[in-house]
């Protein structure tokens, strides 16, 4: 087809040829092109006066038009009709079905939004299915974008006003999240602040243990010192006398000063060295009492007040040891028993009642008082213990407390029986 469309083309407009017209040398080309070339042609030699000359474009032969000009030419009728055929069958046929070969596609099936041929509609795939024509369809939906945009536009206000509380969430949100990191900023800074003041308090007291232990060995390595001098001194003395000259007298006389002063560095008494041991320390200190803490007991986490002992021989710190573990062991009963003996004395006063039977309410805030006085010092003894020893008591603690709220409230119905 290429070919032939090619055959079918103006060698002067590269058109499908428009009336084409036959020159005197055979050649064919459109009417229009050949009086454009008509009007070029004035150049040439007039050969005959009723005669145009023209040249031609395939050729190059100067050729002689009749007087009438162009429109006097011959027209290539078989060259017309077989453009006019040419053009026919250029023309847009309607599409073929794929499935059904030779069978067009002239329906539109409206469930499947496709084209579909009658072999389709009947035996095919499509069988059942609501069909429409193309152009009616189209028709029909030509105003639904519009209506489509109109329903959309209906949503646009309740769409933009979501957008808005959104944003204001997100920024609502956004504020909160920035104050909550501003309060652990500020929450963990407050914790540093009391972790230092923990371990400046710690530090402060290992400083006044350095400075014991300086108190303690200064003055022995000072001594120490004193005496490695006099020594040195001696030894150059006695260097000093062997090479003495002098008389007979002085060399005796010298030598008995240097006697003397053997004598008196000899029987100079030697500092007792002393081994002094640092408790508690710090490692096992804080792994035993600091991780049972919570984050507001940081407050009051114990600092231990560290000494410098003398350190003693192993048989002595075992026996030392048990000593401990003995009177660890025993001090809380002892405790509750002293607590018992106390209770009792004061349920004891209660029958005396010196105040008189009419006086029994005043009587029993009183005794009440000194009871919750008692029982709160014992307590405390409990917690002095825990910090001192460093026993784990928290058991023992609240048995206490238990017990002082149990003994309140006897004491409360004994004396609400006796007030009626």
Known sequence: MESLEEDLTCSV???LFSDPRVLPCSHTFCQPCLENLLQVSTNYSIWRPLRL???CPNCRSVVELPPAGVDALPSNVSLRAIIEKYQRDEEPRPPSCQEHPRQPLNMYCI???????GLCLTVGQHHGHPIDDLQAAFAREKATPQQLAELSEHRWAEVCELGEQLEQEKTQCEGLLRQDRD???QFFHSLALVMAKKKEAYLEVLDKAAAEVSQAYDPLIQRVKELQEEQLELMSLGSSVEEEEES???FLEKVHLFRERVDKFLKAPLPHAI???VTPRAADYLQQHWPPLTIGALEEAPVPAVCCCTRRSSAEAAAADQSAAAARDSWPDQLLAVSALLVTLLLTAVWLNPLGGADWPHFGQLV??????LLASVEEGVMWAWTTTGVTLHGWSSQLSLLRDQVFQVM???FETLSS
């Not at 469930?111 to 041929?117: K, N, T, W």
């Not at 009440?368 to 006085?373: K, L, N, P, V, Y």
């Open 111 to 117: 469930q499947d939004r496709q084209l579909i041929c």
């Open 368 to 373: 009440h008082s000194q009871t919750g006085d």
């Open 275 to 277: 081994k002094l041991s």
């Open 13 to 15: 407009c590269y058109q």
């Open 412 to 414: 409360a119905a004994f």
């Open 183 to 185: 309060d652990v900023t």
């Open 248 to 250: 007979p007298l002085a």
């Open 53 to 55: 000359p023209i040249k």
